[in-house]
């Protein structure tokens, strides 16, 4: 008899997974390679930005007080005692209706209190001295960029676990900080089964087709964060598929294998994890695709028995490998993003389990608009390519109807959700 599997809801099964903390370590770099890596400690502010008080504009530094008579008709001459470009600094104090030359960035000189921008003053030509006329008022601070009021020293920038962008990189830089702590990117080891599969330079063969999953599941590992490990793919042997497994677990921090893990004859994730005596969580979700995806744990690591079918695979993946791995790179925003969007297309035919559609976000008149981006069948590869989202299509006897409020999870936003999962619903107009 056919093994009878009890699906459990999306939510119970992510609920399930994100009891286990996979362990998060640490590691440093440096600058040059932080970009998408997520930070292991607070950024903070080691100094006040500007660190002192400086000019905006090219222009003149002056004492604002000195211009207190100034006005069209009645023009106040200074002397220009000085000139500065930005990484200099005019040394001495300032007197009463001398101003300094000074380059946007360069520090503001001893006594000046407010900058004349070159535009607004006359330089007077054939003096003796060189000197301006200045023909309104100036208030003090006009025109001064404060020590401080970018950031003031001590400040919590970034958070540990933010995804480092290029501005975090910035922020990195601005402060010093040639050597980063991030996360270091767990290991998972990638196993593809099925006796069907070719590498992807050889030639079609009859009843064969390319390892797809393999490498998607790699890009995927990629984009969330962590260190893909490739073990090849093995055709459906389960001595050969034992021994693989076992040599993965011990050198990766999580696995995840394709294929092979439904009830057919040639299905052998069941029996192997049965074999390890890891602890399956579940081997069936309400939902599709993706509904035999399975996760077991065994002592620290989780093993993911992901579907052959390469859009229940991916699906699987961003609901249940991401999110755990994400956790253990200090991430307090693990899950996909939820969002608001309105079905783009009827979908009429219901489904008992929620349905994962692949889908292409637009943005009409403000509005987010979701359609599936291909054939929402399991076995169906080309629909992914155009994927950046995914509609969630709660399960039910009713299909669904375009201009319906829907909620949709986005692929590639870098924000992450704390947890997505409330309120799934979909309503009527
Ligand atoms: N009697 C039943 N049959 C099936 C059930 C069921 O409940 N009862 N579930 C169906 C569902 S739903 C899915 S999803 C699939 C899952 O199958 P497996 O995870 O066991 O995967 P395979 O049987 O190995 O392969 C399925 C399909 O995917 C292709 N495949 C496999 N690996 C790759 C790869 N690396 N790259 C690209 N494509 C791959 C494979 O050739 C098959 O076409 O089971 C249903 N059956
Ligand atoms: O698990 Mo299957 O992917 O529901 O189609
Ligand atoms: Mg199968």
Redesign the pocket.
Known sequence: MVEKRKPIPVEEAISRVMKYKTIADKEVITIEESFGRFLAEDLIASHDVPAFNRSPYDGFAIRAEDTKEASANHPVRFEVVGEIGAGYVFEEEVMPFQAVRIMTGAQIPQGCDAVVMLELVKELEGQERPAILIKRLFKKGDNISYQGEDTEKGTVLVKKGTQINPGIVALLATFGYSKVSVAKRPVIGVIATGTELLNVDEPLAPGKIRNSNAYMIMAQIDRAGGQAKYYGKLNDDFEACLTATKQALSEVDMLITTGGV?VGDYDYVPVILKELGAEVLFNKVA???????TVANLGEKMIYGL?G?P??CY?GFELFVRPVLRQALFNNFPHLRKTKATLGVDFTKPNP?MRLVRSRVDYVDGQLVASPSGVD???IVSSLGGADCLMLLPGGTRGYEKGMDIDILLLEDTQGSEWPWSNIVASYK
């Open positions: 439904s939902m599709r695709p993706g509904s035999v995806t579907s079918n859009s229940a699906v389990f069948k399991s076995g």
